[in-house]
């Protein structure tokens, strides 16, 4: 196994209540990320469907007076081709395979199917 530690924070989840980023989430967040520090100066932090849902006021708040003010970071949102992209070289990159493959994704709101040939995406 490659991870040595998983942290979920469902900011999905608790978005539907309120229709904003929940403050309990993003103060677990700037936990993993201080902590995430400690471990590696190369962090990246990748926002996906919900990142790319919310207002972009409550993407710069969160990014400029929040994340960037306390570790000199931000979110970087990703597009949904891009995620799918990124997750399904996560899958395949290391599983031999002579002949295309499909990969289906079942995320938060979508799924996706990524065909590959190659290790290129048709």
Do not use: H, W
Request: aromatic share 12%; charged share 30%.
């Amino acid at each position: 196994m490659i991870y040595e530690k998983t942290i979920t924070i469902e900011f999905k989840k608790n978005y539907q209540i309120k229709k904003q980023i929940n403050e309990e989430d993003l103060n677990k967040l700037y936990e993993v990320i201080k902590n995430a520090l400690t471990y590696t100066n190369n962090v990246n932090i990748y926002g996906c469907s919900i990142f790319r849902n919310i207002s972009n006021e409550e993407l710069d708040e969160i990014n400029k007076k929040k994340i960037y003010e306390k570790f000199k970071l931000e979110i970087q949102v990703v597009s949904q081709e891009d995620e799918a992209n990124y997750t399904a070289l996560g899958c395949y990159k290391n599983i031999e395979y002579n002949e295309n493959i499909c990969i289906f994704i079942g995320g938060g709101g979508s799924t996706e199917l990524i065909f590959v040939k190659k290790i290129k995406k048709l």
